[in-house]
């Protein structure tokens, strides 16, 4: 991938003063398109967005974006990026229309007919032209999230980050941002954090999966579930009948449970060979990325 379109990171390293080590040397090559961050709870997906986002500073470890050293020269980055936080603050008496329309202004939009016209598309976008004279601090929480997310799209971003983006919003408002998301990777970085697999299966051209601080696996959802092939069988588990202690993964069914195993043959009566998914890769690579150092 030319250096010139993309994002680079090198070595990132940080610790925080409480001893957790963050993030453990993390590589990435990122190019124009939809780019996951799969990994659990506390795996240093956000520390590694504030992080690329130029919030924060790592110890140790190199970031370029458009051939630009992002950590010498964070203006770069800011000019062209587009953030939306796992978290968006709270702002008392204001609407949505006029903080986008502030923000707007920040941006660079200092023609007055333009801010408004760029506000009024956006709030469409994600659904709330109805609600822009509302008051940001009566959103419910979905309706936040899409906030959030018309904020990170003012000014066209060239590099869009967005951390659990599809935390809290229901079917229809995920499949809408989806579609929002995948348009914007047409002309664009996005660099989209999860723990939902969902959220990559299908709208990631690549991706990484991050456990405690490291990169365990990059690849392209098929190249993450093609060395899994022929090797997960699944059976069927009456309720109160012990499911395997290995298993990759058990689902509850109603009556009782399905476990997942990987084994080179069929492990037994009652097995059916079982296709793998990302979710499954996702499982795998978590259980067998070796132990790291961090707590
Ligand atoms: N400001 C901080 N000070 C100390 N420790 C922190 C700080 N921020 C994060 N951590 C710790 O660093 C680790 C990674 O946290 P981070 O928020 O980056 O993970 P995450 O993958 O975004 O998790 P989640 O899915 O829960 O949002 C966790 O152990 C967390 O407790
Ligand atoms: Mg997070």
């Known amino acids: 991938m030319a250096n010139q379109d993309g994002l680079v990171v090198k070595g990132l390293t940080k610790t925080y003063s409480n001893k957790v080590c963050a993030l453990n040397n993390v590589d990435l090559q990122?190019?124009?398109?939809?780019?996951?961050?799969?990994?659990?709870?506390g795996a240093g997906?956000?520390?590694?967005?504030?992080?690329?986002a130029t919030l924060q500073l790592p110890d140790?470890?190199?970031?370029t974006f458009q051939g630009v050293d992002a950590i010498a020269k964070p203006d770069h980055v800011r000019r062209r990026l587009g953030y939306l936080p796992q978290q968006i603050g709270a702002y008392p008496g204001v609407?949505?229309?006029?903080l986008l329309e502030r923000f707007s202004w920040l941006k660079g939009r200092t023609v007055r007919s333009e801010r408004k016209r760029e506000v009024s598309s956006l709030l469409e976008r994600v659904n709330l032209s109805d609600a822009g004279d509302r008051e940001v601090a009566t959103y419910s929480g979905g309706m936040l999230r899409r906030f959030g997310i018309a904020l990170a799209l003012l000014g066209s971003p060239q590099f869009l980050i967005v951390d659990e983006?599809?935390?809290?919003?229901d079917p229809a408002e995920r499949n809408r941002f989806h579609r929002i998301l995948s348009d914007i990777a047409a002309g664009a970085i996005v660099l989209l954090s999860t723990h939902i697999v969902d959220d990559v299966e299908n709208l990631c051209s690549r991706l990484s999966i991050i456990s405690k601080g490291r990169v365990v696996a990059t690849g392209t959802p098929d190249e993450l579930t093609d060395p899994l092939k022929g090797r997960l069988w699944s059976k069927r588990y009456a309720r109160g009948e012990p499911v395997p202690e290995d298993a990759l993964n058990v689902f509850a069914t109603p009556g009782g449970a399905r476990a997942i195993v990987i084994h080179d043959t069929s492990p037994g009566e009652g097995f059916v060979v079982h296709t793998p998914t990302l979710e499954d890769?996702?499982?795998?690579?978590l259980s067998h990325s070796s132990p790291s150092e961090v707590s």
């Open 30 to 41: 990122v190019g124009p398109g939809l780019y996951g961050l799969l990994g659990p709870n």
């Open 45 to 52: 997906k956000s520390t590694l967005m504030r992080t690329l």
């Open 60 to 63: 140790s470890g190199s970031i």
């Open 95 to 98: 609407t949505g229309q006029e």
């Open 165 to 169: 983006p599809t935390a809290g919003l």
């Open 281 to 285: 890769a996702y499982h795998y690579m």
